[in-house]
T-cell receptor
Framework: DTGVSQDPRHKITKRGQNVTFRCDPISEHNRLYWYRQTLGQGPEFLTYFQNEAQLEKSRLLSDRFSAERPKGSFSTLEIQRTEQGDSAMYLC???????????????FGSGTRLTVV | AQTVTQSQPEMSVQEAETVTLSCTYDTSESDYYLFWYKQPPSRQMILVIRQEAYKQQNATENRFSVNFQKAAKSFSLKISDSQLGDAAMYFCAYRSAGGGTSYGKLTFGQGTILTVHP
């Protein structure tokens, strides 16, 4: 287990189609995060999980977006009825956060680049 | 809500010279963490350096150091002896250290593109 894996790396889809992305975090990490990054901008928070519980969702996460993390392992991010404005890089990151441990930055995956045509 | 501002969209530096990237943030919290991340073109984001707000001493990691001014809410990154491999987009990020559901979320600035000239 050498890092955070995201699949696919690139996805081109037609407007109106559904897409699903997968993230495999570092195995011992209990927190998993999804961010969206548009070209030339900083990542924007979408949602995060602690184990299997989804603890926070951004207002950016419309009803067309849903994320899951069954059994606290890998996570999926689904976008239904994609729109051109959904075109972006979707980044996954994980961290180990427990009381008493120093807080380190995340480990990021390489991202999934979505293009909606 | 916290905000992070990077006022320099682009910076350039000659190889072997020093460059400083600026970052300011706004928060009402007293305990938090600040980070600089590097994102090379088409590659994943990696952590460069981190600073705990309760520590007065500025963090250093080899050629990278920060100037953390808590009262001014400023957190700049200095890169010494710049190398071609330092060329990337650099992001400043803030993370709350307190409890609650927002604990753990990173708030990023807009980024600074650093070009290193040979």
């Amino acid at each position: 287990d050498t890092g955070v894996s995201q699949d696919p790396r690139h996805k081109i889809t037609k407007r109106g189609q559904n897409v699903t992305f997968r993230c495999d975090p570092i195995s011992e990490h209990n927190r998993l995060y999804w961010y969206r990054q548009t070209l030339g901008q900083g990542p924007e928070f979408l949602t995060y999980f602690q184990n299997e519980a989804q603890l926070e969702k951004s207002r950016l996460l419309s009803d067309r977006f849903s994320a899951e993390r069954p059994k606290g392992s890998f996570s999926t991010l689904e976008i239904q009825r994609t729109e051109q404005g959904d075109s972006a890089m979707y980044l996954c990151a994980s961290s180990l956060d427990e009381a008493g441990l120093a807080n380190y930055g995340y480990t990021f995956g390489s991202g999934t680049r979505l293009t909606v045509v | 809500a916290q905000t992070v501002t990077q006022s320099q969209p682009e910076m350039s530096v000659q190889e072997a010279e020093t460059v400083t990237l600026s970052c300011t943030y706004d928060t009402s919290e007293s305990d938090y963490y600040l980070f600089w991340y590097k994102q090379p073109p088409s590659r994943q984001m990696i952590l460069v350096i981190r600073q705990e707000a309760y520590k007065q001493q500025n963090a250093t990691e080899n050629r990278f150091s920060v100037n953390f001014q808590k009262a001014a809410k400023s957190f700049s990154l200095k890169i010494s002896d710049s190398q071609l491999g330092d060329a990337a987009m650099y992001f400043c990020a803030y993370r709350s250290a307190g409890g609650g559901t927002s604990y753990g979320k990173l708030t990023f600035g807009q980024g600074t593109i650093l070009t290193v000239h040979p």
